[in-house]
Every structure is written in C-alpha cells, then in structure tokens.
C-alpha cells in the first residue's frame, strides 16, 4: 500500500487556480501535479465549503480535540436521559397493559 503524501495548502491552491481559471482540464491538472482526479475534487469540494481555510494549520492553543471531547459528552448526556425517559416509559406501558389484562381467576 502505497504512503500518504501530504499537499501544502499553497499547493492546493494553486491548483484549484488552474481548475477554476478554466485555462487547463481537470485530468491535465491532475496529470502535470501527479495527484488523482478524485483528490482534486476533494480540494474543490472543501474549497467550496470552507474557503481557504480548509486548509488552515489550527492556531495555535485551538481547543478542537477538547472541544471535540466537550460535545460528545453533552450528546452522551442527552442520550442517557433519553435512555431514561425510554425506560421510564417502558415500565408505565407495561404497568398499565397488566391493570388492562383481566384477571382470569375464580
């Protein structure tokens, strides 16, 4: 399996340059940078997206790992209560279908 190459952002570009000037062909860009036409698309598609910052190093001091760990604590605590609202339902269903079951003993 072949290494992962990493691209600067200027390199990115530069192509997506050439793309959107219309001068040169997608598999022309792709052929003269030696890249895959999929991960020019790639680019363009995170272009189209996020502007040049898509590929923006993270300033430094960004929090994005622990703001990353922040909101899937906040979901895990919304999924716990509803996991808890689910079962609280749950045991009132039950309670109240076995008051509806007639007792069939004499």
């Given at each position: 399996?072949g290494?992962?190459v ?16 219309g001068?040169?062909?997608p598999?022309?860009?792709?052929r ?6 999929t ?21 430094p ?9 922040a ?13 808890l ?10 309670s109240?279908?076995a008051?509806a ?6």
């Open positions: 399996m290494q992962q990493r691209y600067s952002a200027e390199f990115k570009q530069a192509a997506l340059q050439e793309l959107v000037s001068g040169k062909r598999s022309q860009i792709c003269e940078r030696r890249i895959d036409e991960t020019l698309r790639r680019w363009r598609l995170e272009y189209e997206e996020q502007g040049a910052d898509a590929w923006a190093a993270p300033a001091g960004t929090a994005s790992a622990e703001e990353r760990i909101e899937l604590e906040r979901v895990i605590g919304q999924l716990t209560v509803e996991n609202v689910l079962k609280k339902a749950a045991r009132l269903a039950r109240l279908s008051r079951t007639p007792w069939s003993g004499s």
